[in-house]
């Protein structure tokens, strides 16, 4: 009876590695402590909480020496959620420590008390849309889809599988009828969806058709009523889990199936370390439950065109995809194009919907003194600060600093400033003169919206951390769609958020300025996000009645552009792949990111040339990699910061060969004060 734990303190420092032998006494011996037992046990002067990762009869550690446990918590994770938290830190160059803090229940490494907790109902509302869950029945396609799925269920087989279809064909129906079938083999189901509030129809018919065998781990939900949630699904009270990237951890048992919907979404990529991705972890946690992986999109990445494919090519209703025009804006010097103000104007008269997508926030871009040239940009980023005008203020979207929108120049004391570019709450603003609205509504949805309700009065030094759009309160975004979707007639405009999964089936006019902004990002994957927003945003266009698409771009002939406006999704892959091979990007290689940052460029630039070095002298086995860089990137936070990329054949030796080269410069004397950065496979 194996009488020593070994424990993997949460700690999250670095240099701490575990695991720790602990001796078990008697009373924890026999099945009472296994791999994933959560322990509170004494770790130097402190007690801390530790997960049990292995059982032993002996230790290396003399037995005198050997501590005790101080007590057992009463519910730990199951015990392949710990091999899986081994896998995420060694893919994604981190600890076992940060990464079992993935898998451990909501609040665990705060709660040291191990008491008995209160069950607390969940609070369960009927999201957005939810409408009337009439399983209709399914046709040819989505039978198709959904006899593969079933096919590998019976089996038992390991199956991926990608379910390409275009917006409205039903890719959640053959969710929903994959997920019975996952039950029915008493297997349990995970569905991931890009953000809880912005994709409310898929969340609604889960908890529709399943009742209390679902839960939903919103971020909503806080303390005791998210604990409630990760508890039902561990007890087996509920076995089926919606929720955002997360939700990959949910602690089921025997997973069959995992859906992740609009696999496209970038939010599935998590930014704190470790940096997982989601889609692989799903595909991970699959493999090792032979469990079926389902990934639907109308837009599939490039890196999911390997899989074998269901298509689901017709839209439910029998409706066309609505007509995308690209108007072309070279030469135009109105922000609206005018068959854009006039198809708003129509919109109105018809007392109809439209959305207006616009992927930047604020009032302009960036401002500049017209008599001697100083643009205003932040002290501690070297970026421009955006003017919100509303709050009187101006502010940087990466460290969230502000300060007041300036009345004069402080160099010249000029008091003409140009504001240039326009963000949302300027469109708002212009087209609600342009439309005299009146009894036309224009709703906003940004971040700014979102962030400015959440935050209410309560804003400290008027600093507030830069958003991402991902951090949205889900209530706020909610709220405002349900507003949308109640009122008779409007228009809808914000960023990207507007695009995402959310279905009104009265909206007849999609808009989207600024087409190409996204596509001059320094980044291989442009491409693919300008064709999928475009591609998204057409999709909530003309559900319940004819509809049509406006594009302003000054890149009219641009491939992403122009296969968008045709709903080729099949020719924009086709193209993006024979690119991506060309430049061996990703699905090709595999990118590894080091960002070295410091106080002084040059001590920055030394620990990125260093890292390049040790990668020189030891190239991963086989790996056959290429470093590019370093190359500076823009200032943030006050750190000036430098680049390496790695490009590997293969992730793993590479992956390794990384960690060891940043673990030893980070470790040297001449290198301290840096800091560092791993990032696998950045988004
Ligand atoms: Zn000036
Ligand atoms: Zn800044």
Request: hydrophobic share 40%; net charge positive; proline share 6%.
């Amino acid at each position: 009876m194996p009488s020593i734990a070994q424990v993997e303190p949460m700690t999250t420092a670095r240099a701490l590695r575990g695991p720790f032998d602990y001796r078990l006494p008697e009373e924890l011996r026999g099945g009472a402590v296994d791999v994933g037992s959560m322990l509170v046990v004494p770790f130097g002067r402190r007690e801390v909480l530790g997960v049990v990762v292995g059982l032993a009869d002996s230790s290396d550690v003399a037995a005198g020496k050997l501590l005790a446990p101080l007590r057992a918590l009463e519910l730990g994770v199951p015990a392949e959620m710990v091999a899986l938290a081994g896998w995420i830190a060694e893919e994604y160059c981190s600890t076992l420590a940060r990464a079992l803090t993935l898998v451990l229940p909501p609040g665990a490494t705060r709660r040291l008390s191990g008491r008995r907790r209160r069950d607390v109902a969940p609070a369960r509302q009927l999201p957005v849309g939810a409408r009337a869950p009439q399983p209709h029945a399914l046709n040819a396609d989505q039978e198709a889809a959904l006899a593969s799925v079933r096919a590998a269920l019976a089996t038992g087989e390991v199956h991926e599988r990608l379910l390409h279809g275009v917006t409205g064909s039903g890719k959640t129906e053959v969710y929903l009828r994959a997920a019975e079938a996952a039950l029915s083999h008493g297997r349990g189901v995970i569905v991931l969806v890009p953000e809880i509030a912005l994709t409310p129809q898929t969340v609604g018919r889960f908890v529709e058709r399943f009742g209390d065998t679902v839960a939903v781990l919103h971020s909503q939900l806080r303390g005791a009523a998210r604990y409630a949630e990760w508890r039902r699904l561990r007890e087996g009270r509920a076995r089926i889990c919606v929720g955002p990237r997360s939700a990959v951890f949910a602690p089921i048992e025997h997973v069959g199936l995992i859906v992740i919907d609009e696999e496209h979404e970038s939010s599935y990529k998590h930014e704190g370390d470790p940096r997982y991705d989601a889609r692989d972890v799903a595909a991970e946690r699959a493999r090792r439950s032979d469990a079926v992986l389902l990934i639907g999109s109308a837009t599939p990445r490039a890196e999911s065109a390997r899989l074998p494919a269901s298509r689901l090519p017709r839209r439910v209703d029998g409706r066309p995809l609505p007509p995308v025009d690209v108007l072309d804006m070279r030469g135009e010097d109105h922000g609206l194009h005018p068959r854009t103000a006039q198809a708003l104007a129509d919109v109105r008269d018809a007392r109809g919907k439209a959305i207006v997508l616009l992927n930047r926030r604020g009032w302009s871009n960036f401002l500049s003194c017209r008599s001697c040239g100083l643009v205003w940009s932040c002290p501690h980023c070297d970026v421009a600060l955006v003017l919100h005008r509303g709050g009187g203020f101006v502010a940087c979207h990466h460290c969230g600093h502000r300060e007041p929108a300036p009345e004069r120049c402080r160099e010249c004391g000029s008091i003409s400033v140009a504001r240039h570019g326009a963000g949302t709450e300027r469109l708002q603003h212009e087209l609600t003169s342009v439309l005299d609205s009146g009894d036309f509504p224009i709703f906003r949805l940004d971040a700014d919206v979102t962030a400015a309700v959440a935050a209410g009065a309560g804003e400290r030094n008027g600093r507030r951390p830069a958003s991402t759009g991902a951090s949205d309160p889900d209530g706020v975004a909610g709220a405002l769609l349900r507003a949308f979707e109640g009122a008779e007639s409007g228009v809808l405009i914000g960023t990207q958020m507007v695009a995402k999964g959310h279905d009104f089936p009265d909206v007849t006019l999609g808009v989207v300025l600024d087409a190409d902004a996204t596509l001059r990002f320094p980044d291989f994957r442009a491409e693919e996000r300008t064709f999928s927003l475009i591609a998204q945003l057409a999709g909530r266009v003309g559900r319940g009645r004819d509809g049509r698409v406006l594009a302003q771009t000054i890149a009219p002939q641009a491939r992403a552009i122009a296969h968008a406006a045709r709903h080729d999704s099949d020719g924009f892959l086709a193209g993006e792949l024979e690119r991506r091979r060309a430049l061996d990007y990703p699905p090709f290689s595999h990118l590894i990111r080091v960002i070295c940052s410091a106080e002084e460029s040059t001590r920055a630039r030394d620990a990125a040339t260093a890292i390049r070095g040790l990668l020189a002298l030891a190239p991963p086995a086989d790996g056959a990699g290429s470093v590019l860089g370093p190359a500076s990137l823009f200032r943030l936070r006050g750190r000036e910061r430098e680049s390496l990329v790695v490009k590997a054949a293969h992730r793993r030796p590479a992956v390794r060969a990384v960690g060891e080269a940043v673990s030893r410069v980070a470790a040297a004397r001449e290198h301290q004060g840096v800091h560092f950065s791993v990032d696998v496979d950045p988004q």
